[in-house]
């Protein structure tokens, strides 16, 4: 037992740093904008690049890890993620950087692919509530500290050290999981895989994030934009056909007749994007409108990761004790109310109330996150683990995507309607116009959340009828 612990602390550890990498150089991208002689709306390719490979990848890996081993997966990609995390960090321009975070994005796809389908399998029914707890911890808590950890490394070093951080855990993850990880752990061999479905499926989601961030540069009604949607239906209708006719599909479409389990993917991404959308704006909100400095930004935004770590673990023996998903629906009162408070923030905001804010959102994100993965996981047969995992993770990964990319155009859109012209970057000596931007982008967080609370309570009374 001992060694499954410290197995899983591997994979966590994994998990913790490359869902960081997914936040981390928010409270960056203005120094980094600047360092790099590029604008704030340019370095978000730095943010959705990483995000954008990931979500195209994913279920490739995932499927990757039924016909070649999970661990032997998980492990080359904490590789790849840790060479990648090595190049970001050299300043060889604007490009190189982008390539560096698309390694890094690969090696990420391969670990977030398996890492829960690992945990899955090494831990016997009784346990893996607890250990898939712990995991899901340890990715929302990633996820969310990137401002706050972001803000303290640069308060005492550069933009660089926001990825090399990276290299010595992840090279301490991967010796610890060879000695610790089953690699003999069982595995499909039979299936083949659909490399046509993975083209299929990442070509549409390249397209997908390529026009969401079309959309952010040159706005929503371009033509661009119309003949990339209409390619994106298309070609989803062919992968879904696809799908459903061959013997050893990418994403095996019957996992979706679990209700459980799809309305509670279905949460999960709405929960990241709400999670995301502050990751993203309150930087912004605190460097720029405030003027604090990086250092006082880092402390105030470390509060929401800090009670997510503690409130996670407890909200998964709760889940046991009281069922995933009470738990998960008591979470997101609480996330909702933090979106009520941040809505009402004004420029002279007092300190106790973002504290206050920050209180409920971890809270909040603590008592969902872990019992809403505990009843995704849980609800499907053990045959459909690998993709159960491989489209759990692509569901929070597209959630962040979609939080950050539903935040920039929101913020700029409405931001350049009030001022009767084009706006792509934080309007200098005009924070209040900024101020209106910013209470948008958390109407439409709040509307997300509350989505995902009745979702969330229909599974529930669903459940329970």
């Not at 010796?175 to 299936?191: D, M, W, Y």
């Not at 499926?201 to 209409?230: D, K, N």
């Not at 909200?315 to 997101?332: H, N, P, Q, T, W």
């Not at 924070?431 to 995902?452: D, H």
């Given at each position: 037992?001992?060694?499954?612990?410290?197995?899983?602390?591997?994979?966590?550890?994994?998990?913790?740093?490359?869902?960081?990498?997914?936040?981390?150089?928010?409270?960056?991208?203005?120094?980094?904008?600047?360092?790099?002689?590029?604008?704030?709306?340019?370095?978000?390719?730095?943010?959705?690049?990483?995000?954008?490979?990931?979500?195209?990848?994913?279920?490739?890996?995932?499927?990757?890890?039924?016909?070649?081993?999970?661990?032997?997966?998980?492990?080359?990609?904490?590789?790849?993620?840790?060479?990648?995390?090595?190049?970001?960090?050299?300043?060889?321009?604007?490009?190189?950087?982008?390539?560096?975070?698309?390694?890094?994005?690969?090696?990420?796809?391969?670990?977030?692919?398996?890492?829960?389908?690992?945990?899955?399998?090494?831990?016997?029914?009784?346990?893996?509530?607890?250990?898939?707890?712990?995991?899901?911890?340890?990715?929302?808590?990633?996820?969310?500290?990137?401002?706050?950890?972001?803000?303290?490394?640069?308060?005492?070093?550069?933009?660089?050290?926001?990825?090399?951080?990276?290299?010595?855990?992840?090279?301490?993850?991967?010796?610890?999981?060879?000695?610790?990880?089953?690699?003999?752990?069982?595995?499909?061999?039979?299936?083949?895989?659909?490399?046509?479905?993975?083209?299929?499926?990442?070509?549409?989601?390249?397209?997908?994030?390529?026009?969401?961030?079309?959309?952010?540069?040159?706005?929503?009604?371009?033509?661009?934009?119309?003949?990339?949607?209409?390619?994106?239906?298309?070609?989803?209708?062919?992968?879904?056909?696809?799908?459903?006719?061959?013997?050893?599909?990418?994403?095996?479409?019957?996992?979706?007749?679990?209700?459980?389990?799809?309305?509670?993917?279905?949460?999960?991404?709405?929960?990241?994007?709400?999670?995301?959308?502050?990751?993203?704006?309150?930087?912004?909100?605190?460097?720029?409108?405030?003027?604090?400095?990086?250092?006082?930004?880092?402390?105030?935004?470390?509060?929401?990761?800090?009670?997510?770590?503690?409130?996670?673990?407890?909200?998964?023996?709760?889940?046991?004790?009281?069922?995933?998903?009470?738990?998960?629906?008591?979470?997101l009162f609480f996330l909702i109310t933090a979106q009520i408070l941040i809505i009402s923030f004004k420029l002279t905001t007092p300190v106790w109330f973002f504290v206050t804010m920050s209180l409920f959102y971890g809270i909040g994100m603590g008592l969902f996150q872990a019992p809403n993965n505990t009843?995704?996981?849980?609800?499907?047969?053990?045959?459909?683990?690998?993709?159960?995992?491989?489209?759990?993770?692509?569901?929070?990964?597209?959630?962040?995507?979609?939080?950050?990319?539903?935040?920039?155009?929101?913020?700029?859109?409405?931001?350049?309607?009030?001022?009767?012209?084009?706006?792509?970057?934080?309007?200098?000596?005009?924070?209040?116009?900024?101020?209106?931007?910013?209470?948008?982008?958390?109407?439409?967080?709040?509307?997300?959340?509350?989505?995902?609370?009745?979702?969330?309570?229909?599974?529930y009374l669903k459940r329970n009828s």
């Amino acid at each position: 037992m001992i060694r499954k612990s410290i197995g899983l602390l591997a994979i966590s550890l994994v998990t913790l740093i490359t869902s960081l990498d997914s936040s981390v150089v928010n409270v960056a991208a203005p120094i980094m904008a600047k360092d790099l002689m590029v604008s704030t709306s340019m370095i978000e390719w730095v943010i959705s690049i990483y995000l954008m490979i990931i979500a195209s990848l994913i279920m490739f890996f995932g499927h990757l890890g039924d016909v070649m081993g999970k661990v032997k997966v998980f492990q080359l990609g904490t590789i790849i993620f840790t060479v990648g995390s090595l190049f970001a960090g050299i300043k060889l321009g604007f490009g190189a950087l982008l390539v560096s975070r698309g390694v890094q994005a690969v090696g990420a796809a391969m670990t977030m692919s398996n890492n829960f389908g690992i945990t899955t399998e090494i831990f016997s029914k009784n346990k893996r509530g607890l250990a898939l707890s712990i995991l899901t911890t340890f990715f929302a808590l990633g996820s969310i500290i990137g401002p706050s950890l972001g803000g303290f490394i640069l308060s005492v070093s550069s933009w660089p050290y926001l990825f090399w951080i990276n290299v010595p855990i992840g090279g301490l993850s991967l010796l610890v999981g060879l000695v610790t990880l089953p690699h003999g752990v069982q595995r499909r061999s039979k299936e083949k895989l659909d490399i046509i479905g993975v083209s299929m499926f990442t070509l549409m989601i390249c397209l997908f994030f390529a026009a969401l961030m079309r959309i952010q540069t040159q706005g929503v009604w371009t033509t661009y934009t119309a003949v990339s949607l209409m390619a994106i239906v298309l070609l989803a209708k062919m992968f879904i056909h696809r799908e459903k006719s061959v013997s050893s599909p990418l994403l095996n479409l019957a996992i979706f007749n679990n209700a459980n389990f799809s309305m509670g993917v279905i949460a999960a991404m709405l929960s990241f994007v709400v999670g995301f959308t502050c990751s993203v704006m309150m930087p912004y909100y605190l460097i720029n409108a405030r003027q604090l400095s990086t250092s006082a930004a880092g402390g105030l935004l470390i509060i929401i990761p800090v009670t997510l770590a503690v409130v996670g673990p407890i909200g998964g023996v709760l889940a046991d004790k009281y069922g995933g998903e009470r738990i998960s629906a008591i979470g997101l009162f609480f996330l909702i109310t933090a979106q009520i408070l941040i809505i009402s923030f004004k420029l002279t905001t007092p300190v106790w109330f973002f504290v206050t804010m920050s209180l409920f959102y971890g809270i909040g994100m603590g008592l969902f996150q872990a019992p809403n993965n505990t009843v995704i996981m849980t609800a499907v047969d053990k045959k459909f683990l690998g993709v159960a995992g491989s489209v759990n993770s692509f569901a929070r990964n597209l959630g962040m995507e979609l939080g950050a990319s539903l935040a920039t155009v929101t913020l700029y859109g409405v931001m350049s309607w009030k001022a009767g012209k084009k706006i792509s970057d934080y309007p200098v000596n005009n924070s209040q116009l900024f101020m209106v931007g910013f209470k948008m982008t958390f109407v439409l967080a709040l509307v997300a959340a509350t989505l995902a609370e009745i979702i969330t309570i229909t599974r529930y009374l669903k459940r329970n009828s």
